[in-house]
């Protein structure tokens, strides 16, 4: 894949298998805040989230129709290992309400009745089990095209791997990563750990924003190597590199436990392998699930045809 100046991207067709990863916490999210508050279902509770959901499960589908895909949903904003090493990660963040709970599991119910594998787990979050995912498949010649506009994923990309922004509709691959953050994906963490990231309430270094923190990564190559060298620091041609020399100091092992939060890990459980991406499909559960929610008929002729039935 080339990735042009203005975002879009030309993609060249790769001989590999491909696997698809979702994100799918971010898109039952988008879901719950887009759909109108009008979709109950027969007990008359809301499931406006999970309309929505399914309806971008029945798209990605029918526009790709993948061998090979897995939905990661995130088990808890508290519970990851993450949250045992820096007690404030993700503390900026409201607890879902309890119908949006609910919902959740109606989504993940929805994702197994179409055959595909869900993966949540209560030490990681669903960035890690994709990444996990994405490097057991690697070593199985497969490329991954993550499903995610979280720039997080950027560290994860290899030559052949892809990113798509579904909402906006981009892709882009490694390059696309630089044009976005300034920085390769192998510098991600550490370009997080550096400026912050305020959305996991992160607070990276003070003083260090964005533009500095890839002027470091490009001249220093990785976190490491600018805290072990620190000293030379004053002398690049940097406004206010005198400043920023005492920050990185001051902050050094803050700036390295910030690393260990925004490293997406690579050890999450990935049991099964391959096969356990393959769709395995029933039309049981999923007419069951049809009545719960209500499903209008075309969502549901939808549904059957993905089905195969």
């Known amino acids: ?64 129709d993948p061998s090979h895909l897995a939905v990661a949903f995130d088990a808890s904003l508290t519970t990851s290992f ?25 989504c993940r119910a929805v994702t197994e009745a179409l055959g595909i594998r869900v993966m949540i787990d209560h030490s990681f979050e669903a960035d890690d089990l994709i990444g996990s995912t994405l490097w057991g498949l690697r070593a199985h010649g497969f490329r991954s095209v993550i499903v995610s506009a979280d720039k997080d994923f950027g560290q994860l990309l290899g030559e052949h791997d892809e990113q798509w922004d579904y909402a906006r509709n981009l892709r882009w691959g490694p390059s696309g990563v630089f044009e976005r953050l300034g920085v390769h994906p192998e510098q991600v963490a550490d370009f997080l750990a550096l400026c912050g990231d305020a959305v996991d309430n992160i607070p990276g270094v003070p003083g260090i924003g964005a533009k500095t923190a890839a002027a470091l990564l490009a001249h220093f190559g990785s976190l490491d190597a600018l805290l072990d060298r620190v000293d030379e620091v004053p002398f690049l041609r940097l406004r206010g590199a005198a400043s920023c020399a005492a920050k990185l100091r001051d902050h050094a092992e803050s700036a390295r436990l910030y690393r260990r939060l925004t490293r997406i890990a690579l050890d999450a459980p990935f049991e099964g392998g391959v096969e356990t991406l393959v769709r395995v499909r029933s039309t049981t559960t999923l007419e069951a699930l049809c009545e719960q929610l209500r499903f209008g008929p075309l969502t549901r002729s939808r549904l059957r045809a993905l089905n195969g039935a």
């Open 1 to 64: 894949m080339i990735c042009l100046p203005n975002g879009r991207a030309e993609h060249v067709r790769s001989h590999l298998p491909t696997a698809h990863l979702i994100d799918g916490s971010l898109y039952v999210f988008r879901a719950w805040h887009s759909m109108p508050d009008e979709f109950h279902d027969v007990d008359g509770h809301p499931v406006n989230a999970v309309h929505g959901f399914t309806r971008f499960l029945c798209e990605v589908l029918e526009r790709e």
């Open 82 to 106: 993450r949250n045992a090493i820096y007690p404030a990660y993700k503390a900026n963040r409201e607890l879902p309400p309890p119908d949006l709970e609910r919902q959740f599991v109606l």
